[in-house]
Structures are given as structure tokens and as C-alpha cells.
């Protein structure tokens, strides 16, 4: 329980900075005058600038949250790796796309959708396999070390 809570609290803060790390980089990026969170089409819902941020900041917290706390089923050492990566995937990307969806990162129509869906899928394999070597890389070690 203990590790689960320090996951979720590790979570939310690094979802939180990140999501201020990429706002403030794509207000710089379109030479904004002024700092803004999200999209416009996220930012217009609301009558003043500092809900719009307090909602984001809630929103990059629970982005975080669901990534750290799905990253805890490649602890669940009595399943294959393959049914750890496709629950791992499921969780993430029924976590995350919603949240997106809210945070107006996409509007919400199929080909959008599908572009978000194609590009969620290409990052995940990415990293699955930077992780998947990072891992087979610490065997050799292991192995090597064992074998001496």
C-alpha cells in the first residue's frame, strides 16, 4: 500500500511538471504575450485565465497518476510479459485519452482521434522497446557477473 501511495504522490508531481514544462514551452513556441496552459479551445470554457490553469494543473496531476500507477503491473511477476504490456497499454491509453480529450489537446472527432491513437501507439512501442533493451542490457550484466 505504502508503495502504491509514494507511486501515486511521485505520479501527480511529475505529471504536473511536465505539463507546466510543455505549456510554458508551447507559449514560447507561438510567441504568446501571455502564458497560457492548453490550447484556446480549452482555455475559452473558462471566464478567468486562473481556472483554466487550476483545471490543467488538476488534469497533468491525474495524467501522471495514471501513468505511474499503471507502470505497477510489470510488478505483477506471476503474469507473462506480454499480458503485463497489454494490460500496462490498456490502462494507459484508456487513462490518458480522456484525459487528453478533457485537457483540449485534440478535438474530439474520429480522424483526430485516430491520429492521436496512431501516434499514442508508435510512443508506446517506442518506449516498450527502450525499456525492453534497457532490461536485456541489465540480464547480460547480471549474467556476466554470475558467470565469474
Known amino acids: 500500500m505504502k508503495k502504491c501511495f509514494l507511486y501515486a504522490v511521485s505520479g501527480v508531481s511529475v505529471g504536473e511538471l511536465f505539463g507546466l514544462i510543455f505549456s510554458l514551452f508551447f507559449s514560447y513556441l507561438y510567441n504568446l504575450k501571455d502564458y497560457v496552459p492548453s490550447a484556446p479551445t480549452f482555455t475559452d470554457h473558462f471566464s478567468r485565465p486562473l ?14 497518476l495514471v501513468f505511474s500507477l499503471g507502470a505497477l503491473i510489470f510488478n505483477i511477476e506471476d503474469w507473462s510479459i506480454l499480458k503485463r504490456t497489454i494490460v500496462n497499454f490498456i490502462i494507459y491509453y ?8 478533457l485537457a483540449g489537446w485534440f478535438p474530439l472527432n474520429l ?24 532490461v ?7 549474467n556476466r557477473k554470475l558467470r565469474q
Open 51 to 64: 481556472n483554466a490553469v487550476l483545471v490543467s494543473v488538476i488534469l497533468w496531476g491525474m495524467m501522471g
Open 94 to 101: 484508456c487513462g490518458f485519452t480522456p484525459l487528453a480529450i
Open 111 to 134: 480522424i483526430n482521434w485516430l491520429v492521436f491513437t496512431g501516434i499514442f501507439v508508435m510512443i508506446y512501442l517506442i518506449m516498450w522497446f527502450i525499456n525492453f533493451y534497457a
Open 136 to 142: 536485456k542490457q541489465d540480464l547480460k550484466k547480471i
